[in-house]
């Protein structure tokens, strides 16, 4: 908690940044502006010695004591300035390497199209992306972790086949292209996800009336993001109820999925991710399970229990000392159950699987302005992209067989 001399003094900075970004939409003469950047320079500098955290947490400091302007810059569709772009220069060197930090930022115009650009490729036109997406747009970058999708090796069809991510009415699913071991390319088909309205009550001072930080924008979207992704996804959702069985088994995160490279090859599935996830092939998997959860048939939990390894107990034990939840859920369909047993047993322990990871690397959040007011609805639109990779089992390295696609979200929060 920060004293009151420091809460005056951020307050103090934010109000001269006010005062310089109102001259300047002014169009103010030039002294005033430099008298007024004086200040604002002034006033962050001793509010920042004011302070006496770690340089990581005097970033995130600062970062949520920017969320505020960040936020009016979006409302008022103008580009970045100062203190925010500074901020987003910031975020984007942050947090390497930890799977599971959100960095955002905002970009302007010319930065969204070229990052837009870059994750496009020609299995979906470029026009199509700039015309779903309306700047000013904040990127929420996640990170690599994975969750596992299994689809019926029997009816796998390319082109055909369409594996639905969420149930509740979405219409959202993947199509299988090809059933090669060497082709991995799974394209997107139709991604019109059902409503889903997530209500939050965001406060957007900086500092409530007790001292304490309010919620940020960024502690907002990752429970958006996890509610939308998760919540709503119950253990019949995870073995395929309403979508003809097609999905199996999920490992449930809210960061990814995880497509099997040979949806045709039964081997390359389920038993390939349980061991991956349970370090029963040779224990050079790196995977983080905060917050994950497996749900499986009962014939499956019965045929993981058995599914022992020299020292480390069966393949159940392994996953709960890692910290992911197994349990068995009887709504799961016998054939799913049968189909994970039987996968299970074939490739429990062998390595030099191809599997094709889907990671989910940004969520593009775009406000829409006709739901904007002083004490009203806000209405996100997200349009989450992905990128896949082709991997090898034993040694988990990446090929050049990529798969990008993208999904849309609308959320509303009630600030």
Do not use: C
């Amino acid at each position: 908690m920060m004293t009151n001399r420091q809460n005056g003094l951020m307050l103090e900075w934010l109000q001269s940044e006010d005062r310089l970004y109102e001259l300047e939409d002014k169009r103010a003469d030039k002294e005033q502006l430099d008298r007024a950047e004086e200040d604002y320079k002034q006033s962050r500098s001793q509010f920042m010695q004011s302070l006496s955290f770690s340089a990581g947490e005097h970033g995130e400091l600062y970062r949520r004591a920017s969320v505020k302007r960040f936020f009016d810059h979006i409302v008022k569709g103008q580009p970045l300035t100062g203190a925010e772009k500074e901020l987003t220069t910031e975020l984007k060197l942050e947090n390497r390497g930890n799977a599971y930090a959100v960095p955002f930022g905002l970009l302007e115009n010319r930065q969204t199209e070229r990052l837009m650009m870059a994750d496009t490729n020609t299995s979906l036109a470029q026009g199509d992306f700039r015309a779903r997406i309306a700047p000013p747009v904040m990127p929420v970058f996640l990170g690599s972790d994975t969750a596992f999708l299994g689809i019926q090796p029997q009816t796998v069809q390319p082109g055909q086949t369409r594996i639905p991510l969420v149930q509740g009415g979405s219409q959202a699913s993947i199509v299988a292209k090809s059933t090669s071991v060497d082709a991995v390319d799974a394209q997107i088909s139709s991604w019109k996800f059902s409503p889903h309205i997530a209500r939050k009550r965001v406060r957007w001072s900086v500092v409530d009336q007790y001292g304490e930080w309010g919620d940020d924008l960024e502690s907002v979207l990752r429970e958006v993001l996890r509610g939308s992704l998760v919540e709503r996804m119950d253990d019949m959702a995870m073995a395929g109820s309403g979508s003809s069985n097609e999905i199996f088994g999920l490992y449930n995160s809210w960061k990814g999925n995880l497509l099997p490279s040979n949806p045709a090859n039964a081997n390359t599935d389920f038993a390939g991710y349980v061991s991956k996830v349970a370090g029963a092939v040779d224990g050079r998997y790196a995977v983080d399970t905060e917050g994950m959860a497996l749900v499986v048939g009962t014939a499956t939990w019965a045929a993981m229990s058995a599914a022992t390894q020299a020292g480390l107990g069966d393949a159940i034990d392994q996953l709960r000392r890692k910290g992911v939840a197994v349990r068995a859920s009887t709504r799961i369909p016998a054939v799913a159950s049968k189909r994970q047993d039987a996968i299970l047993a074939l490739n429990v322990a062998s390595a030099g699987q191809s599997y094709a990871f889907a990671v989910w690397n940004a969520f593009y959040v775009t406000l829409d302005s006709q739901s904007l007011s002083d004490e009203g609805d806000i209405a996100l639109t997200a349009d989450a992209y992905f990128d896949g990779s082709k991997t090898r089992g034993a040694a988990m390295t990446e090929t050049n067989a990529d798969v990008p696609g993208f999904a849309r979200l609308r959320w509303q929060i009630q600030a």
